[in-house]
């Protein structure tokens, strides 16, 4: 009766009773549980507290393991195994509670979907530890307390305790646990322990056998274990030798022999790694084993055990594949990792590619990470080919695809023939899924668009900067990677990505859909076949395996794009499932067209047939017609009306037509609806800013039209709609990109990696830097070309030298940003000095003069400023962008897309980087959002740009209004002479010269602020009048002070440059980092004396800064140095000096290698000054030693020519190099290979002086147009050098040499003149046609030019033909 009790709550239902065999009766019995309700057991409906589901109907014949992972959801029996490292601590003394509990909960749901679900579980071990380790340490503790007092409790030792005691202790907390976990889902549990002797008796194993059926039969879990308190010593490994029995050694043996006893279809076993590696998992080069086969067991090499647990990976292999041969399929998986172990479970079951998956079928082929790293290497091979020969793959594709026409139709047909009688594809995807002989010659003409120009799409050289002498960055295109393309229904779809990938050198991976898979196949098979002509073959890879999208998603290693191609749907669900990889989607194809009341009747019909009718499936074809109201019930609309019946198209009419009409057409179901079938919507509107609203509500931004003859209408219209094609009076249907010269194309203005483009030659291809400094991928500016379609361009810079006073050298860089519609005149700026860890942010209201900026500007003398590209869109700039480039025309400019001028960010950025004692500056620019937004654009732009990180909380950030200051505008300014001479910009004779008697430069800064914005706040004016006075009253004050000030270095910039972290670790950075560490030491070394003369002052301020100075961060800082530095160690002027200084500067013992390597410099600073005293004692020439920075050590003599013997040097400190740089000649006749390029040359003058016997060179640096003629210019200059004699003879008879052979080769016989002048005739033409941008009347005239040129060589071939 106990045991019916005990039962009854879980099994009973109305008027009857059902009873269990008493070994399933004695499994339960022990446990307590709490009246549950009612549970009805039906095959398809459940009830769990009133609450009704259906269960998944699962059925399967046991006998054979399942062959690929997405068969696992037909799993209907499923046994999960739970290692010891999953559910012990970390400490082994006790469970993971968290952990345990998730792995519950996925159990239940699983058995809650009517999955017959079993546990394997350790932990008894670790639990019973916990509980006896607490008990001895209680007990040992009051024993240590009455005998040896407290202090020795800490010293007691734990005695090492016996498992199988442990196991006793910790299986009834164990089963208590489970319990309680599964009571709280409504699922009962039952513990059942086993031995190995269990199974070698065959009653026993009938019993436990019946046991687990009827328990399973009841919906109850069953938890089995090893009897680890009575379990004897493991057996000899006998098994897994040909026999079908596996000995219970452990609880992987336990679960294996379950799994195959049970005739389960999947065993889970979860352990503390992801699952089986092709090498040890710590190592780099390790890789998940996604599946395994056991004919590969021999190239497996097994590791260590776990921490806790008697298994090791090797026992789960050979009990996994013991299972595999039993028929169960098996998942070795990862059950502790935090991100992955609270679904781990579920996620196997789902078929998702988690852990190793054992399977008896061999994978045909290779992996889809094989097959990305195949796809990396021959993208790489890819890129490194000749332009022409990746266009002549490209070609080859073009051809196949219509020389293998019949086979592509003919695959084709099968997958229609598939879907239609499937019948799981919709109208519109079928038409997707067709291609035809018209599909095919289009496909193969854009293909050859594509490689006609694909020449300069890897390796193009965008922009190129000089740095600095012989330092040139240049910004070039690269390929991106591997790109992952997914795409649905459009089979079309895989040639032209292939071409793209090939033209921009870049490896494909491509994921069709099944429903196209015959001819994706063909295609691929055709594409790979193009690839092969260079041995590229491997570049593109079509994923024919079963992997799930969400699982190709997680391959951030191995892809570094992907591009979703199909539905809307099919896009957010791939975004939300890429983990790491950027995701390049495009929005649905809402495209509408607007029907103005000034719209030509001709113009109407056409452009709404053409646009919906053409091809009603594209992604650019019409979805919303937007009717004028005042064209309702007209002839026109008749018209429309009439077109769209006879084209078949279904009307659906939007909520404010439905209200004109008494029978209207079925009402809307959304306004944003994308129907890719002969189905619109119409919709009625007052005016075209109405039409405006309701595309930017309901529209996705791809292309939208208005039609119309009235071209303000028009202008209004393209200016106001913000989408990524505008068009007045065009088709949707010409967004296209091969309509628009772009040859194929991917997505729309949503579909962004770092800017709206759409993806084609110009940006599939990211941006690299040269010369050590890497740019990446360059955000690009958007702009509207002449068709009024948004492509992208480059944003607008204009590079030059920067402005350079005679006082300060420009190192200020401003970012300015203007409000927009109502707010414009709201200026925000923020500004940083390189020089200077400070950040000064502006705000204020400006009239149409932009006075205040102009004159903000002029006193920050900036050497770049920053603008958004919205501000000089072309033939929209602003007039604050006029302004700002007519004053600063020495200054350099750089835009950025508008979308980095970001409040929130700007405001995240200051809150990180703001030094606390500043942070009062959150108050005063929360509400500012305009210089929020600029300061989040100079940021940013100064760590990806500049390569200047600032340490958190590093930055001193101001508010700086225009309240307590006088502006004084920069025309006044410049004509005061306040701070520039006008007539001499280096003359120091103006009024910051006159008053300039600091001894800092932040002194100097802070001088000429004050004379350009004077402050008007009388207490600060009469604080600072105190501090003068005193010092006037007390001269001791004042020479101290002076005297120690002049002492003082660049102190803000030494700040600036301690707050910035270096992005890369250098010999440079380390030899910075040790300068600055000295000038850091000399600047805090001076602390002391500046308090000293500061001690006796009066005055309110004077006394601040003596407080300041009182801070102990001081001394902390000065220890900390002088811990490792020399006290010697000094600032010194000097470059050899401060060398010296730098190199013995740490302390020696500290590094042995250090002081081997000072040792070393100094033997050989002493040879060279040997050597040097040498040198000068043997010519008698007055010689030393010197260094500087850039030359390293080199020789200094200060005399004349007189004192050198015979006037020259002599011949041992003479080296001559001869440079044939013949790109140089040729450089001189480009202007006849290019009708754009003219050729200028900057003139020199000869001066002989009044001997008559020397001649000078005088450079004039006038640009003259046309060829020098100087004659062997080079030669000239070298004879008015000191070079010998000698060498100036050889070189003369070599361009001699050089001289004779370019005439001999001019001389040639009348035949090859004619042919030459045809050649280059030929050639001129071709760059012509391929490279012009001339109007047509200069082209003319370019072309008439080279016609003359060429009679005038053959009539010169002629005349010679006639004179032999």
Not at 6 to 34: E, K, Q
Not at 264 to 286: K, M, R
Not at 631 to 643: A, G, K
Not at 873 to 901: C, P, W
Request: proline content about 3%.
């Amino acid at each position: 009766m106990l045991c019916r009790a005990a039962l009854s709550p879980l099994v009973r239902s109305p008027g009857w009773c059902f009873v269990s065999p008493p070994h399933a009766i004695a499994a339960i019995s022990r446990l307590y549980l709490p009246c549950h309700k009612q549970r009805l057991r039906n095959e398809s409906i459940r009830c769990w507290s009133n609450i009704p589901f259906i269960t998944v109907p699962l059925s399967r014949a046991h006998g054979k393991s399942f062959a690929h992972r997405s068969e696992l959801k037909h799993a209907k029996r499923i046994v999960v195994k739970l290692g010891s490292a999953v559910v012990t601590r970390g400490d082994e003394c006790g469970l993971a509670l968290g952990r345990l509990a998730s792995i519950v909960e996925q159990v239940s749901m699983l058995q809650n979907q009517g999955r017959e679900m079993m546990i394997v579980t350790s932990g008894a071990v670790a639990f019973g530890k916990q509980r006896l380790r607490h008990e001895i340490l209680l007990s040992q503790s009051v024993r240590q307390a009455l005998h040896s007092g407290q202090s020795q409790l800490k010293d007691m030792a734990i005695p090492v305790l016996e498992a199988r005691a442990c196991a006793a202790a910790g299986q009834s907390g164990l089963m208590a646990l489970y319990e309680a976990m599964f009571t709280q889902y409504s699922i009962c549990a039952a513990q059942i322990l086993v031995t190995n002797l269990d199974f070698h008796d065959e009653q026993k194993r009938r019993n436990l056998n019946g046991t687990l059926h009827e328990l399973l039969r009841m919906n109850i879990v069953p938890i089995i274990n090893t009897n680890d308190a009575v379990v004897p010593p493991p057996e000899p490994n006998s098994d897994l030798q040909g026999v079908n029995v596996i000995s219970v050694k452990d609880n992987d043996s336990l679960a294996a022999r379950l799994a195959v006893e049970m005739k389960t279809d999947l065993l889970i076993v979860l352990s503390d790694v992801e699952g089986l590696f092709d090498s040890p998992p710590g190592s780099d080069d390790a890789k998940l084993i996604d599946i395994f086969y056991p004919g590969d067991q021999q190239s497996v090499t097994f590791g260590t055990k776990s921490r806790v647990g008697m298994g090791g990976m090797e026992a789960k292999v050979k009990a996994a594949l013991w299972a595999l041969q039993g028929g169960t399929s098996v998942v070795i998986a990862n059950g502790t990792h935090p991100k992955i172990s609270g679904h781990v479970i579920t996620d196997i079951v789902e078929g998702k590619k988690v852990g190793t998956f054992f399977s008896e079928v061999k994978p045909a082929g290779p992996t889809v990470e094989q097959q990305a790293e195949m796809a990396r290497a021959g993208g790489r091979t890819l890129a490194a080919l000749q332009p022409e020969q990746r266009a002549e793959i490209i070609y080859r594709l073009a051809d196949l695809l219509t020389d293998q026409r019949e086979e592509i139709l003919l695959a084709n047909k099968k997958d229609l023939e598939e879907a239609e009688n499937k019948g799981r594809l919709a109208l519109p995807l079928l038409k997707r899924l067709s291609l035809s002989t018209s599909k095919l010659n289009s496909l193969a003409i854009g293909l050859r668009q594509i490689a006609a120009s694909s020449q300069d799409s890897v390796g193009r050289v965008i922009r190129r900067t000089r740095i600095a002498k012989d330092l040139d960055l240049e910004q070039v295109t690269v390929p991106i990677g591997v790109l992952l393309v997914i795409f649905e229904s459009r089979p079309d779809c895989l040639p032209q990505v292939s071409a793209l990938a090939v033209a921009s050198g870049n490896g494909l991976l491509l994921k069709g859909g099944k429903e196209a898979a015959h001819s994706n196949q063909i295609l691929h098979h055709l594409t790979q076949e193009a690839l092969s002509i260079h041995g590229v073959r491997d570049a593109v890879q079509l994923v024919n395996t079963r992997e799930e999208v969400e699982d190709l998603c997680r391959l951030d290693k191995l892809i570094d794009l992907i591009i979703p191609r199909g539905s809307s749907q099919l896009v957010r669900n791939i975004q939300k499932a890429a983990k790491g990889i950027p995701v390049m989607g495009h929005s649905e194809g809402i495209c509408h067209v607007y029907v103005d009341t000034d719209a030509s009747v001709e113009k109407v019909t056409r452009i709404i047939r053409d646009s919906k009718c053409e091809y009603p499936a594209a992604c650019n074809a019409l979805e919303t017609l937007l009717i004028h109201r005042d064209l309702l019930r007209t002839p026109l609309f008749d018209q429309i009306i009439d077109m769209l019946r006879v084209e078949q198209v279904k009307i659906h009419a939007g909520p404010k037509f439905a209200s004109y009409l008494t029978f209207s057409p079925s009402e809307v179901k959304s306004l944003r609806t994308e129907y890719g079938d002969l189905e619109c919507c119409i919709e009625v509107v007052d005016s075209v800013q109405e039409a405006v609203e309701h595309i930017h509500k309901y529209g996705s931004s791809h292309t939208d039209v208005i039609i119309t003859e009235n071209e303000k209408t028009a202008e209004f219209f393209l200016q106001h709609v913000d989408s990524a094609c505008v068009f007045w009076n065009a088709s949707t249907r010409f967004s296209d990109g091969y309509r628009f010269g772009l040859e194929s194309y991917f997505g729309d203005k949503s579909s962004c990696v770092e800017n709206a483009n759409t993806l084609n030659l110009t940006s599939s291809s990211s941006v690299r830097g040269l010369n050590s400094t890497c740019i990446g991928k360059t955000p690009l500016s958007s702009g509207r070309s002449g068709c009024r379609s948004r492509t992208p361009l480059m944003g607008y810079s204009v590079t030059s030298s920067s402005a350079v006073s005679a006082h300060t050298v420009a190192s200020v860089i401003v970012a300015v940003v203007e409000g927009r519609g109502l707010a414009r005149g709201e200026v925000g700026m923020a500004s940083i000095d390189l020089k200077n860890p400070e950040m000064i942010l502006s705000q204020f209201a400006d009239n149409t003069t932009y006075a205040k900026v102009i004159t903000k500007l002029k006193i920050l003398t900036p050497l770049e400023i920053i603008m958004s590209n919205t501000a000089c869109d072309a033939g929209n700039t602003t007039k604050l962008f006029s302004l700002i480039m007519e004053h600063f025309k020495n200054v350099t400019f750089t835009t950025v897309q508008r979308k980095y001028f970001n409040e929130t960010k700007g405001l995240e950025y200051i809150e990180q980087l703001c030094a606390s004692e500043f942070s009062t500056i959150f108050m005063e620019v929360q509400s500012k959002y305009y210089c929020l937004a600029a300061a989040a654009a100079l940021l940013k732009y100064v760590e990806f740009i500049q390569n200047a990180v600032y340490a958190p909380k590093s930055l001193k950030v101001r508010f700086q209004g225009s309240e307590k200051t006088a502006m004084i505008d920069s025309s006044s300014a410049q004509n005061l002479e306040l701070v520039i001479n006008n007539r001499d910009s280096r003359n120091g004779h103006t009024l910051l010269g006159v008053l300039n008697y600091t001894k800092t430069p932040g002194g100097s800064r802070r001088l000429r602020s004050n004379i350009l914005e004077p402050l008007v706040d009388a207490e600060t004016i009469n604080t600072r009048l105190d501090c003068v006075q005193e010092l006037l009253q007390d001269e001791e004050l004042f020479f101290g002070l002076q005297a120690v000030i002049s002492k003082f270095l660049d102190t803000e910039q030494l700040l600036s440059v301690l707050v910035q972290i270096p992005k890369q670790d250098t010999v440079k950075t380390a030899e910075s980092k040790i300068t600055n560490l000295i000038y850091l030491k000399h600047t805090l070394e001076l602390v002391e004396p500046l308090k000293a003369a500061l001690r006796s002052c009066n005055t309110q301020l004077l006394k601040a800064y003596y407080n300041s100075l009182e801070d102990t961060r001081f001394g902390i800082i000065l220890e900390k140095i002088t811990s490792v530095i020399n006290d010697d160690t000094r600032y010194t002027k000097g470059c050899l000096s401060m060398r010296t200084q730098k190199c013995y500067a740490v302390k020696p013992n500290i590094n042995e290698f250090l002081d081997i390597a000072r040792r070393t410099y100094t033997e050989i600073v002493d040879d060279i000054a040997g050597m040097i005293t040498q040198l000068a004692e043997k010519y008698s020439l007055p010689m030393k030693t010197s260094f500087s920075s850039a030359r390293g050590f080199f020789i200094q003599m200060n005399a004349d020519c007189s004192t050198l013997p015979n006037g020259q040097l002599p011949s041992e400190f003479t080296k001559a190099f001869t440079l044939f740089a013949t790109h140089f000649l040729e450089l001189c006749h480009i202007d006849a290979l290019y009708p754009n390029v003219e050729n200028y040359h900057f003139e020199v003058q000869h001066v002989r002086s009044s001997a008559g016997n020397k001649e000078k060179i005088t450079y004039t640096y006038t640009l003259s147009k046309g060829y020098t003629e100087e004659k062997n210019y080079g030669l000239k200059a070298a004879e008015v050098s000191s070079l010998p004699s000698s060498i100036i003879l050889d070189a003369k008879e070599i361009t001699s040499h050089i001289a004779k052979q370019i005439l001999h080769r001019q001389n040639t016989t009348p035949e090859m003149m004619k042919q030459r002048a045809a050649y280059q005739l030929a050639m001129r033409l071709v760059q012509t046609a391929r490279n012009s941008r001339l109007d047509p009347d200069s082209l003319r005239i370019y072309l008439k030019a080279l016609k003359k040129k060429y009679e005038a060589s053959c009539a010169t071939s002629r005349k010679n033909d006639e004179q032999q």
